[in-house]
């Protein structure tokens, strides 16, 4: 048929302006992609931001926390004896492994020994080496395997009781009668060979052996950095540390198991079989998330028990708002609905205020702003005028709207 305009089959050849002006399409590229997606590009860069600052902080360098080190300020670190010890002019050799500790002894003509073994790492060879090499010997809190492959004659007793924190010398040792009392909370005695500090019977917190080269010290409070202006336990500690003017101060780590044989590790304990147990758990778990992982699949319809219309919604609260007589409820939602269709349809923002809508509209219709502003503010008294008010409301809405 002629005259007829031809139908709209939804295709077009004429390329829009866009595309014929070379343009990327809008959202294309990466810039695009961070616009339209700002949530889950803010939520990448807080999770990098957060990761990077745990890394930092794995990594930042610590303070030195190992008890008894002579670099640890910490209140149960031995920084402030070395320091003291430093200004008597013994110089303190602080060896990380026990081939160094050997080193220093052997270089040094007569030197001292101090030796925390607290997880009992060493062995009797590597002990007796040590005992050999040392002109003198300190040991302090030494577990059972330690005293006994020691064999100075010294053993073990039980610790300080409670109800004695201090402690007095008891003995004829030079070294304990010129230090005086010393703390004795959290100490442990010994016995055999000459016992001083002794809280009952005749074990003490410090035991000499016969010989008199090797000094059992069952305290580590006497050292630390929190006890050591307390009582006599500077005194103590120098006299037993400072005969010499070498200082050899050993702290046995975990690095020394595999060189001293002594002990065994993890990888030790573990059965031939525990290193393929890893990668199978890996496997296992990459393969439980394949399995029971979440796809997002195409969006489906999923049937409601009840779909309510809007009119339905709309017409059961204008019941309840005439059931319970709320005039001014029920006009002051039609004001506010009508002012923010009104708003947009005059193109003000979302902080325009009601005079200026009403201002707005008034100039559109070329009405008296104070007649359409007595309208809008009316406060109807009756069911009567509510209605006849908001047929006057839409019919004004519609005349704006139709402009």
């Not at 050997?102 to 925390?116: F, I």
């Not at 002109?135 to 302090?140: G, S």
């Not at 008296?368 to 009567?384: F, H, K, S």
Request: proline fraction near 6%; aromatic fraction near 4%.
């Amino acid at each position: 048929m002629t005259g007829l305009p031809p139908a709209n089959t939804g295709y077009s050849n004429t390329p829009s302006s866009g595309a014929a002006a070379g343009q990327a399409p809008r959202g294309r590229g990466p810039f695009g992609w961070i616009r339209n997606h700002r949530g889950l590009a803010a939520s990448v860069v807080l999770a990098v931001a957060a990761l990077a600052l745990v890394i930092g902080t794995q990594l930042a360098p610590k303070g030195d926390t190992v008890p008894l080190s002579v670099h640890n300020a910490g209140p149960n670190g031995a920084r402030a004896l070395a320091q003291i010890l430093g200004r008597h002019g013994v110089d303190v050799h602080t060896p990380n492994r026990f081939d160094a500790a050997l080193a220093d002894l052997r270089s040094s003509s007569s030197p001292t020994l101090l030796l925390y073994d607290r997880n009992g790492i060493l062995g009797k060879p590597q002990l007796a080496a040590l005992a050999a090499a040392a002109d003198r010997v300190v040991v302090i809190s030494p577990r059972l395997d330690t005293l006994t492959a020691l064999d100075v004659g010294i053993h073990q007793a039980g610790v300080v009781p409670d109800a004695v924190p201090v402690l007095d010398p008891r003995c004829s040792q030079a070294d304990a009668n010129a230090a005086g009392q010393v703390t004795g909370q959290g100490g442990f005695v010994y016995d055999g060979g000459t016992t001083c500090y002794r809280a009952a019977g005749t074990a003490g917190m410090l035991a000499t052996s016969g010989d008199r080269r090797t000094a059992v010290l069952g305290s580590t409070a006497v050292l630390g950095n929190d006890k050591l202006d307390d009582l006599g336990n500077a005194a103590l500690a120098v006299r037993l540390l400072g005969a010499s003017p070498d200082l050899v101060w050993y702290l046995p780590s975990l690095e020394d198991v595999t060189v001293t044989g002594h002990g065994k590790t993890l990888d030790d304990l573990a059965p031939g079989w525990a290193r393929f147990l890893g990668p199978w758990l890996l496997l296992v778990a990459v393969a439980a998330i394949v399995w029971r992982g979440r796809r997002d699949g195409p969006l489906v319809f999923e049937p409601l028990p009840v779909v309510v219309k809007a009119v339905e919604t709309a017409e059961g609260r204008a019941r309840l708002y005439q059931d319970s007589r709320a005039l001014d409820q029920a006009r002051d939602n039609l004001r506010a609905g009508m002012l923010a269709r009104i708003s947009g349809k005059v193109r003000l923002g979302p902080g325009a205020g009601a005079e200026d809508i009403i201002a707005a509209a008034a100039r559109l219709l070329g009405r008296d702003p104070a007649a359409v502003r007595v309208l809008v503010n009316e406060r109807p008294a009756t069911e009567a005028r509510l209605v006849a008010w908001s047929q006057a409301m839409d019919k004004l809405e519609k005349e704006v709207m139709t402009q």
